[in-house]
């Protein structure tokens, strides 16, 4: 499986459990601003 993952794939499987940004973001131990810049692919890293 290719390891690169993009942002509308994210937000694509985010959708599919029917997670919200900070919902996802607490499952991480990231911010939801974090969860938000991948998906809208304003973070590189």
Known sequence: MDAYVT????RKLR???K?????????LDVS???????ETGVSQS
């Open 7 to 10: 942002g509308a794939t994210i």
């Open 32 to 38: 939801d601003k974090a969860i938000s810049k991948w």
């Open 19 to 27: 997670l919200t940004q900070a919902q996802l973001a607490e499952k």
């Open 15 to 17: 959708e599919a459990e």
